[in-house]
């Protein structure tokens, strides 16, 4: 390996709530080679998707941009092809790159600038499918047809075709497998767990680390959203029965506990690779999700909300440039990523023609700010600005609003939007949010 760039090893969960990580307050999860990421680097505490479903929030990551200017605002919609793309930015720039695992946007990972694929998974083995059962017996409708597959099409079935509660054991076999290969250049290796989506398959061993009968129910929980937020009739939210029940929750938080305890073991296995190998010191890991999850928090199962259980995402960060037992406050995107990896590795960024800001400063402890405030979108339901302290959220559809005091509510359970001494909190956030949206071209903007 090159000496003179540090490599890049940027890993992403699935669905994964930002509470979800021992070392950082959660008192019941077992998480200890996150935990051991969070003791050798930089945690940041604030870092948001944006828009919390997989597929833009994915494309946020891979082009650094909003899903306005990127143009994956929902399911199915394609990377604009005139963005400059991480993957390639970092191909052009002499690393040997590589992706492992989900892959949910438009094209194919050798189509947006990955050199090779290891462990690809995807849509495509409808054929072979059965139907299966998750761990409470319910029909899994997630994940249904995908399969492991090579960069021209050909499947592989007897690898399993859905999720298996052996999956994130295959991804970080090919994730090994890329990282003991021999190259001249610094790599990039960009992994994709599905876990801890649904449907949750859990590992026996896993399971048995968690008592669903003694899982702390959020302190958010609620039996039913006060209104319909925009997709009560989405698939994730009719994974619950209504109203939502302490016993479903917790059975489910059990679950899904152990899945990311599963996950967290083969990210070990990982970094153990990367040690043997002599690069472990030599690489800048990153660790993140594409989103957090209901789980329970505010009546809801699914993603697909401005709730900081769903809105925010675990985002760590460990190897040079970058200060151990860190936290920071500091508010960010994951299309953040992009240019933060550019100036880690010495890297030129592309600038002002993705929306991304670099975190470098952050990290440096130059700068407490990089964003001044953070918006979150979904479709056309939802839209969201957060300040240090405070959220407003509005619902286009419900005709509905809220506002939290996050220094003082945390857990967003006290809605002050009628509140008659927070009418100028209220009015000079909706205000911001407006200005943003029109800025960036937010179609909903034109009905302001």
Same mark, same amino acid.
């Given at each position: 390996?090159?000496?003179?760039?540090? !490599?890049?090893?940027?890993?992403?969960?699935?669905?994964?709530?930002?509470?979800?990580?021992?070392?950082?307050?959660?008192?019941?999860?077992?998480?200890?080679?996150?935990?051991?990421?969070?003791?050798?680097?930089?945690?940041?505490?604030?870092?948001?998707?944006?828009?919390?479903?997989?597929?833009?929030?994915?494309?946020?990551?891979?082009?650094?941009?909003?899903?306005?200017?990127?143009?994956?605002?929902?399911?199915?919609?394609?990377?604009?092809?005139?963005?400059?793309?991480?993957?390639?930015?970092?191909?052009?720039?002499?690393?040997?790159?590589?992706?492992?695992?989900?892959?949910? !946007?438009?094209?194919?990972?050798?189509?947006?600038?990955?050199?090779?694929?290891?462990?690809?998974?995807?849509?495509?083995?409808?054929?072979?499918?059965?139907?299966?059962?998750?761990?409470?017996?319910?029909?899994?409708?997630?994940?249904?047809?995908?399969?492991?597959?090579?960069?021209?099409?050909?499947?592989?079935?007897?690898?399993?075709?859905?999720?298996?509660?052996?999956?994130?054991?295959?991804?970080?076999?090919?994730?090994?497998?890329?990282?003991?290969?021999?190259?001249?250049?610094?790599?990039?290796?960009?992994?994709?767990?599905?876990?801890?989506?649904?449907?949750?398959?859990?590992?026996?061993?896993?399971?048995?680390?968690?008592?669903?009968?003694?899982?702390?129910?959020?302190?958010?929980?609620?039996?039913?959203?006060?209104?319909?937020?925009?997709?009560?009739?989405?698939?994730?939210?009719?994974?619950?029965?209504w109203p939502r029940t302490p016993e479903e929750t917790r059975g489910e938080l059990a679950a899904y506990y152990a899945v990311i305890s599963h996950m967290d073991a083969q990210i070990g296995r990982v970094l153990k690779a990367l040690e043997a190998s002599g690069e472990l010191e030599n690489t800048i890991v990153v660790f993140s999700s594409d989103h957090g999850l209901g789980v329970g928090s505010h009546g809801l199962r699914g993603k697909q909300s401005m709730y900081e259980h769903t809105i925010g995402v675990p985002l760590v960060m460990r190897g040079p440039g970058v200060s151990q037992g860190k936290r920071l406050a500091t508010q960010c995107y994951l299309r953040d990523l992009f240019p933060t990896l550019c100036d880690l590795a010495g890297v030129k960024g592309p600038g002002e023609r993705i929306d991304g800001r670099s975190l470098q400063p952050a990290l440096l402890g130059e700068k407490e700010q990089i964003h001044p405030f953070v918006v979150g979108y979904f479709r056309t339901f939802q839209r969201m600005i957060r300040y240090s302290g405070w959220k407003y959220i509005e619902y286009p559809a419900a005709n509905k609003v809220q506002l939290f005091h996050l220094s003082e509510d945390p857990d967003e359970l006290h809605d002050l939007s009628d509140d008659p001494k927070q009418a100028r909190t209220r009015i000079g956030m909706a205000t911001t949010l407006h200005r943003w949206m029109k800025d960036n071209g937010d179609p909903l903007s034109a009905a302001k």
């Open positions: 390996m090159s000496a003179e760039r540090p !490599n890049v090893l940027l890993i992403v969960s699935d669905d994964q709530r930002p509470d979800t990580i021992s070392a950082l307050g959660n008192d019941v999860i077992r998480t200890p080679n996150l935990d051991r990421l969070v003791r050798e680097g930089t945690a940041f505490t604030r870092a948001t998707c944006g828009n919390p479903i997989c597929t833009p929030s994915r494309a946020e990551i891979l082009s650094g941009c909003s899903s306005f200017r990127s143009g994956v605002i929902d399911f199915g919609k394609p990377i604009d092809p005139e963005l400059p793309l991480m993957a390639r930015w970092f191909t052009d720039a002499g690393y040997e790159t590589s992706y492992v695992g989900k892959w949910h !946007n438009d094209g194919a990972p050798i189509e947006r600038g990955y050199a090779k694929t290891n462990g690809l998974y995807r849509g495509g083995g409808g054929k072979w499918y059965k139907p299966q059962v998750d761990w409470f017996g319910r029909p899994v409708t997630g994940y249904r047809g995908w399969i492991f597959q090579s960069d021209d099409g050909m499947k592989f079935p007897e690898r399993g075709v859905g999720l298996t509660s052996d999956i994130s054991e295959k991804f970080a076999d090919a994730a090994i497998e890329l990282l003991e290969q021999p190259s001249d250049k610094p790599f990039f290796v960009h992994v994709n767990f599905t876990a801890p989506h649904d449907p949750l398959m859990v590992d026996p061993k896993f399971g048995a680390m968690y008592n669903a009968a003694k899982m702390p129910l959020p302190k958010n929980f609620a039996a039913r959203h006060p209104f319909d937020h925009g997709n009560f009739d989405g698939r994730d939210e009719k994974l619950f029965a």
